[in-house]
């Protein structure tokens, strides 16, 4: 069964310091894999896309296919960053539904 | 424009009413959804129209009743609800299934 997996509903760090929001995924295709953000009161954002392999306000997250894992970086966080953070997975096709996470909620400490 | 508009931002509706719920975007997408979101919950899918026809309902009670009149407006019709379908509905679109979506700022629901 597709799977979307966050195993940590809260993350704190400092800012300035390395993060890493983890993602887990089980899925028998070849996935499309997504990291949404969620600031507080603002609408679900399109954080990154494993296909572009880009780097989004300093956050990058690379597929791991072995490993099943999209997992979401960023060398210095920033108390801006501080927001719930979904990773979701796209069956793709006709499909088209997104599998979210449970999400992490992400808070940077001054 | 390059969002995906949801009106009205906040109902509060009795168990009795008809109410609806509208989305607009003008990208050019032919893929819409209907999302709710509990607090705290991630979202959960309720509806995917593919050029304008219903391609996935996701076991929703028929108190929603979702219509695609175009290919630019989505909506959701409300009839005889529960206190426990109180949420946030979330519009997206994408260019086709499949494609990275784009949420609008959701509908807060509140049933008394």
């Known amino acids: 069964a597709q799977r979307v997996t966050q195993p940590e509903k809260l993350l704190s760090v400092f800012k300035g310091a390395p993060v890493e929001l983890k993602c887990n995924y089980s899925y028998s295709g070849s996935p499309e894999l997504f990291w949404y953000v969620q600031y507080s009161r603002q609408r679900l954002q399109l954080l990154l896309r494993?296909?572009s392999r880009e780097s989004i306000k300093g956050f990058t997250a690379d597929l791991n296919k072995g490993e099943t894992s999209f997992h979401l970086k960023k060398p210095f966080a920033q108390e801006e960053d501080s927001a719930m953070y979904y990773c979701?997975?796209?069956?793709?096709?006709?499909?088209?539904?997104?599998?979210f996470g449970k999400g992490t909620k992400l808070s940077v400490k001054p | 424009d390059t969002e995906v508009t949801q009106t009205p931002k906040h109902l509060v509706m009795g168990m009795t009413n008809k109410k609806s719920l509208k989305c607009e975007q003008h990208?050019?997408?032919?893929?819409m959804y209907w999302y709710k979101q509990k607090a705290k919950k991630p979202p959960e899918l309720m509806f995917v129209y593919s050029y304008e026809k219903l391609s996935i309902n996701e076991s929703v009670p028929s108190r929603f009743s979702p219509e695609c009149p175009n290919s630019s407006l989505l909506n959701l019709h409300l009839h005889a609800l529960q206190p426990e379908d109180s949420a946030l509905y979330l519009c997206?679109?994408?260019?086709?299934?499949?494609?990275?979506?784009?949420f609008g700022p959701g509908t807060r629901l509140t049933v008394t």
């Open positions: 997206a679109s994408s260019q086709a299934t499949g494609y990275e979506q784009y």
């Open positions: 990208m050019g997408h032919r893929a």
């Open positions: 494993h296909i």
């Open positions: 979701a997975l796209n069956q793709g096709g006709s499909q088209g539904n997104l599998i």
